[in-house]
């Protein structure tokens, strides 16, 4: 291998695995461990005002099992995420301007290169802190080179050897200049080409202090780039093991805690009770014996559900929680976001059929069967409830505005078709219409969603394979994935 080897060669090299890389992961990531344990506590954050479920008694447990079980869950959510979001980066953490965190990193951080400038011009100058930056860079440029980069390595190591640069010091012969040429010169060979501007921008800083802060600001971003790789390179690996390394993270979970899952168990007997009740009521007779006999029913036996039936009601039953009143279940608690969009996707999916069924059964046959015109009237409604996902959001004020929109939009087409347009006793009944799906029991918006409560018996087939891939993503139920 050449000494100056081009980047090319070192995104091909790269693509082998290393610890090396991995490191690199270890180091960038634990920026966003913490954001990961702020979404995983914001998840159980409302179980405080609800009533768990009967549970085994609790267990005394010591603070290094505590830490050691929340690192686990901070590495198990990690990985989740990174096998389900195909697009999961990871990004620097860039505090808000206005936050105390952020005025105290600023006044931290002045006061560190304050005095290393007030040290530099000194007469000697001090290199005590610059030295000890040198070391700081060196190792975070090493960090960057897999096992076969060799040459280079050898290369920062005898331009980079501290001691040497101790002693050049100690006599004045220190050139800290040259020292940031060979640095910026590395950094460009290993930097990813999206950060060759920020690379260029650091050869036009002739001040040592404002150019020793420039680069430790590249190096971070090359830091995240490194990490980002990591990822990439480790995420086919982790969707093999994801099914069983989540289950073994679960089932040590549940010894150590053993109420650790009540949520889960509570929340896969609702489904399976609901499934005994639709089965309960189809199997036994409706007049409970033969006619006109004074015998008593014979007894029905009821099947015991299906464990994949049961799992997949669960499932369902996760489109229509409740995510105020009711704490969400623990082994999907990482999907929950995703489950929320699921929902209001649903939510609209639903609104818009109910309101496109009752003005469809009002407009005449001619025109309801036009493919032009109910592409039009689908895309009037979404637009009226392109907000329904905010919390300002009012649907009975929307479903008012559409009615009225729509009665427009049936009159124009009835009279473009030859048709009488609309009465006012058809619009007054259908803006009544529509203004009734508000309600979650309107038959209409019942027989859309085909899911209420005990009464649903599925999913309309755009949200079913919405919700699939969550499904079949190796989600871990109480041992069992999603996938057996």
């Not at 020793?212 to 480790?234: C, E, Q, T």
């Not at 259908?430 to 209409?444: E, M, R, W």
């Amino acid at each position: 291998m050449s000494e100056n080897l081009d980047k090319s060669n070192i995104n091909e090299a790269g693509k082998s695995k290393s610890n090396d890389s991995e490191q690199g992961l270890e180091d960038a990531v634990e920026s966003s461990e913490g954001a990961l344990q702020k979404k995983i506590k914001s998840g159980s954050a409302s179980t405080q005002g609800a009533q768990r479920p009967p549970s085994s008694p609790p267990r005394f447990v010591t603070v290094e099992e505590l830490v050691e079980t929340a690192k686990g869950v901070t590495n198990m959510a990690l990985a989740h995420e990174i096998v389900v979001n195909g697009n999961f980066r990871i990004k620097p953490v860039e505090l808000p301007e206005d936050s105390l965190e952020k005025r105290v990193k600023d006044i931290v951080h002045k006061a560190f290169w304050d005095c290393l400038s007030v040290q530099l011009s000194e007469d000697p100058p001090a290199y005590d802190h610059a030295i000890k930056l040198l070391g700081e860079i060196k190792e975070t440029l090493l960090s960057f080179l897999l096992p076969g980069h060799t040459r280079l390595r050898n290369q920062i190591r005898e331009v980079l050897d501290l001691d040497l640069i101790q002693q050049e010091a100690e006599h004045g012969a220190l050139d800290i200049s040259k020292l940031a040429e060979f640095i910026i010169g590395m950094m460009g060979t290993l930097c990813a080409p999206a950060r060759d501007e920020e690379v260029n921008k650091l050869k036009d800083i002739k001040e040592i202090v404002p150019l020793f802060r420039a680069m430790f600001s590249v190096l971070g971003l090359m830091k995240v780039d490194m990490a980002n790789f990591a990822v990439s390179s480790i995420r086919p690996h982790l969707m093999q093991q994801s099914v069983e390394y989540e289950r073994k993270k679960f089932q040590e979970l549940l010894e150590k805690q053993p109420n650790a899952l009540d949520f889960v168990t509570q929340w896969l007997e609702e489904a399976a009770g609901d499934l005994a009740d639709r089965t309960c009521g189809r199997a036994l007779p409706a007049g409970g014996g033969a006619a006109g006999s004074g015998d008593a029913p014979v007894p029905v036996p009821v099947p015991v559900p299906d464990a994949a039936a049961v799992q997949d009601r669960a499932y369902l039953r996760l489109l229509r929680w409740d995510h105020l009143r009711r704490p969400f279940p623990e082994t999907v608690l990482m999907d929950q976001a995703r489950f929320q969009e699921l929902q209001l996707q649903l939510e609209h999916l639903t609104i818009l059929g109910a309101v496109l069924l009752v003005t469809f059964s009002v407009a005449a046959p001619g025109v309801s069967s036009q493919a032009d015109f109910a592409e039009k009237l689908k895309m009037t409604v979404q637009i009226l409830l392109t907000d329904m996902h905010l919390p300002s959001f009012h649907l009975e004020d929307a479903l008012t505005a559409i009615g009225e929109k729509v009665c427009v939009e049936v009159s124009s087409r009835l009279s473009l078709c030859g048709f009488s347009p609309l009465t006012a006793d058809q619009e007054t009944a259908l803006k009544g219409q529509i203004q009734a799906v508000a309600s979650p029991d309107d038959p209409v918006r019942r027989i859309v969603g085909m899911f209420g409560g005990r009464q649903g018996a599925g999913l309309c087939p755009q949200v079913g394979w919405q919700a699939g891939p969550l499904k079949k993503s190796g989600r871990v139920l109480m041992g069992r994935s999603a996938d057996e």
